[in-house]
């Protein structure tokens, strides 16, 4: 990475899957983020988190991520907000756990009942570690019945917690959309969340930011690598996460390419730094 530190003085970076695990850091991601500011560059991390930056921060703080391994926090919440307030005209049905309901936090927007909204805004499964998105097809069936629109706050299906994979809204909304729903999101890979991540990187380099001068990192094929794709910038594919590099790098990059045709993908690393022996 200190090469690409050289030519790209931007990151966006992912966290989830790239910085930590969902429980623990990754110590070698977060001291090549640190060592990038340390030559001057600005590290943005970009991630679905379906709450306020704020609240990302405290968890980073909970879990161990060095502070120095970022300049700022970007996340799905923050640009769905946006949405929430446009789309709901002042109601919606929350679908997610009891606890992330801060997305409301500060707007005119109040919590009702499915016959009631305007909108529904999903930030997740309600408990993400027994549940799959199939517990939820009477209650999308409803939704579609009404006409509502589902604001996703979270575009990823999939996340890495630990040692196991487990569903997120992104597969809820997936779900949805299947059966003719509509669907809205802001976070990646879609445009709202990276130009709020330039507006950031921008504003601490105090000029506008070039495509050219942007590396995205991240794990996920439909979200990072599609994001950075779609948004005109290079990127790093991070194996270990949400992407299975048991085949090796070379097949895994080729893998995630067919996947996703026009993206440059730069670089595919593993997770964890291996030395000669394979240790």
């Known amino acids: 990475m200190q090469e690409l530190s050289t030519t790209y003085p931007v990151w966006f970076c992912d966290i989830w899957g790239v910085v930590h695990n969902g ?3 990754y110590p070698d991601a977060c001291h090549a983020l ?43 919440g923050d640009a769905t907000r946006t949405l929430l307030t446009g789309q709901a005209r002042g109601k919606a049905f929350y679908l997610g756990p009891p606890h992330d309901t801060s997305l409301f936090e ?19 499964l309600v408990d993400d570690a027994v549940e799959s998105p199939d517990d ?16 996703c706050a979270n575009p990823d299906k999939i996340v890495r917690k630990g040692d196991r994979l487990q569903f997120c809204a992104g597969a809820i909304a997936e779900k949805y959309a ?7 999101m802001a976070g990646k890979p879609f445009a709202p969340i990276y130009e709020l991540a330039r507006q950031k990187a921008g ?4 000029r506008t930011i070039q495509n050219a001068e942007i590396l995205a990192i ?22 270990d996460g949400v992407t299975d590099a048991s085949a090796g790098l070379e097949a895994t990059q080729a893998r995630v390419q067919a996947q996703v045709p026009t993206a440059k993908i ?12 394979g240790r």
């Open 34 to 76: 640190a060592e990038h500011r340390k030559n001057s560059g600005i590290v943005i991390l970009v991630t679905n988190a379906p709450r306020m930056s704020k609240d990302v921060v405290r968890h980073l703080d909970h879990l161990g991520v060095p502070c120095t391994s970022y300049d700022h926090v970007v996340t799905s």
């Open 178 to 184: 299947g059966m003719g729903g509509h669907v809205l």
């Open 266 to 277: 730069i670089r595919t690393l593993h997770q964890l730094a291996w030395d000669e022996r």
């Open 203 to 206: 504003d601490l380099a105090d």
């Open 106 to 124: 500060g707007l005119d927007v109040a919590q009702v009942g499915l016959a009631e909204a305007h909108a529904v805004l999903c930030v997740g």
């Open 218 to 239: 991240g794990d996920g094929p439909e979200t990072d690598i599609k994001g950075a794709a779609d948004n005109g910038f290079d990127v790093v594919l991070i194996a």
């Open 136 to 151: 939820y097809v009477e209650l999308l069936a409803e939704m579609k019945s009404l006409k509502l629109p589902m604001i």
């Open 23 to 25: 429980v623990t850091p």
